[in-house]
């Protein structure tokens, strides 16, 4: 599925959704579209990148779980 972005020099292009994390690393793009509407980099929050399971043998579910009970 593609998403639509606007790179450094104003071109609007859809990418593949597993670009964009690239994409916004390498300052590459200063916008993208969430269905909700577009995100300014550097100015609205964006997903953080994931994290490294804290102990051997945990899994992502439990964290989750953790998370969701509070």
């Known amino acids: 599925m593609g998403i639509s972005v606007v790179f450094t ?3 609007e292009r859809m990418v593949p959704a597993y670009m964009l994390e690239y994409l916004i ?5 200063v916008a993208f579209r969430r269905t909700e509407g577009w995100v300014q980099i550097g100015r609205d929050p964006i997903r953080k990148s994931q994290q490294p399971l804290s102990r051997p043998g945990q899994r992502w579910s439990d964290f989750l779980y953790k998370r ?3």
Not at 25 to 29: D, F, G
């Open 25 to 29: 690393r390498e300052n590459r793009i």
């Open 9 to 11: 020099n104003g071109e």
């Open 68 to 70: 969701n009970a509070g």
